[in-house]
């Protein structure tokens, strides 16, 4: 009956189109995975995941989060006798140097020696993402190794609190899985090009995860940490508000508070100062 082989047409479309999709995860996987590393301290405690960007002699380079990174050092303060190591792929475990953080953007720069050249993952631009777009998230969820979850991009632009309390700008929303312990992972695109790290998940909520975006200020942030371990940025250290200002000024940023020992305060801006331009 006709019915029925349209039925079965339309079936047999479903399969090509599941087929496809598991062929793009599972590519993205195979190319992806080795470049996956696990970060913790040397006694198991504690950590999350990264991703290995680059190699130079011996020695590679790895991106991971802000958060995870101090966690770390947290844990081995409060109970010493544990060094940062990471895990590869092959399940080796070696000792890791943090060449730098920075909580603004929860970005953080790991280097390890390793004997065998490790797999390096290639980096992507979040710029040509758009909502809807297959992404793959990759880490080690719970510390289940290497665990592979996909999903599509939720929305671009968004801004959230990261761990520390800080405000994390323009990172990407998932509805990947994404579960403590991925924190530091790749989130890639179908064709394993790493186009965010995988930062943070809303408790209670499922299918919201974020991820910080690979893209010219990512490139900035990294090229910075591996360079001078820290990065450097410019602030006035008032707390300000909107408000109109009477007499002389029409309008202007009103000044509540001043952190001590801040440009500001050197430069002698005091409480209850308009701010109505910068030179």
């Given at each position: 009956?006709?019915?029925?082989?349209?039925?079965?047409?339309?079936?047999?479309?479903?399969?090509?189109?599941?087929?496809?999709?598991?062929?793009?995860?599972?590519?993205v996987t195979?190319?992806?995975?080795?470049?996956?590393?696990?970060?913790?301290?040397?006694?198991?405690?504690?950590?999350?995941s990264?991703?290995?960007?680059?190699?130079?002699?011996?020695?590679?380079?790895?991106?991971?989060?802000?958060?995870?990174?101090r966690?770390?050092?947290?844990?081995?303060?409060?109970?010493?006798?544990?060094?940062?190591?990471?895990?590869?792929?092959?399940?080796?475990?070696?000792?890791?140097?943090?060449?730098?953080?920075?909580?603004?953007?929860d970005?953080?720069?790991?280097?390890?020696?390793?004997?065998?050249?490790?797999?390096?993952?290639?980096?992507?631009?979040?710029?040509?993402?758009?909502?809807?777009?297959?992404?793959?998230?990759i880490?080690?969820?719970?510390?289940?190794?290497?665990?592979?979850?996909?999903?599509?991009?939720?929305?671009?632009?968004?801004?959230?609190?990261?761990?520390?309390?800080?405000?994390?700008?323009?990172v990407?929303?998932?509805?990947?899985?994404?579960?403590?312990?991925?924190?530091?992972?790749?989130?890639?695109?179908?064709?394993?090009?790493?186009?965010?790290?995988?930062?943070?998940?809303?408790?209670?909520?499922?299918?919201?995860?974020?991820?910080?975006?690979v893209?010219?200020?990512?490139r900035?942030?990294?090229f910075?940490?591996?360079?001078?371990?820290?990065?450097?940025?410019?602030?006035?250290?008032?707390?300000?508000?909107?408000?109109?200002?009477?007499?002389?000024?029409?309008?202007g940023?009103?000044?509540?508070?001043?952190?001590?020992?801040?440009?500001?305060?050197?430069?002698?801006?005091?409480?209850?100062?308009?701010?109505?331009?910068?030179?």
């Open positions: 009956m006709k019915i029925f082989e349209n039925l079965s047409a339309s079936s047999r479309l479903e399969d090509a189109e599941l087929d496809a999709y598991s062929r793009a995860v599972r590519d195979e190319r992806l995975e080795p470049a996956v590393i696990s970060v913790g301290l040397s006694d198991g405690r504690g950590g999350g990264g991703v290995i960007v680059g190699i130079e002699g011996d020695s590679a380079t790895a991106i991971t989060n802000s958060h995870v990174v966690g770390l050092r947290s844990r081995r303060a409060d109970n010493p006798g544990g060094d940062i190591h990471v895990t590869l792929s092959d399940g080796s475990s070696v000792p890791a140097e943090v060449l730098g953080d920075d909580p603004p953007s970005l953080a720069v790991v280097r390890f020696d390793t004997e065998e050249e490790p797999t390096v993952a290639a980096l992507g631009d979040a710029g040509d993402l758009v909502v809807g777009q297959l992404v793959v998230a880490g080690n969820p719970l510390g289940f190794q290497r665990s592979v979850t996909a999903g599509v991009v939720s929305a671009l632009g968004r801004s959230i609190r990261g761990e520390s309390g800080r405000l994390i700008e323009n990407i929303q998932t509805d990947a899985a994404i579960n403590p312990g991925n924190s530091g992972g790749p989130l890639a695109d179908a064709s394993a090009r790493v186009v965010g790290i995988n930062t943070a998940i809303i408790g209670g909520a499922q299918g919201i995860g974020f991820a910080v975006p893209s010219g200020t990512f900035r942030v990294v910075t940490l591996v360079t001078e371990g820290r990065v450097r940025r410019a602030y006035l250290g008032v707390v300000v508000e909107s408000r109109q200002a009477r007499g002389e000024f029409e309008g940023a009103g000044v509540r508070n001043i952190a001590p020992n801040s440009p500001a305060e050197r430069a002698g801006v005091r409480p209850g100062d308009v701010i109505v331009g910068l030179k």
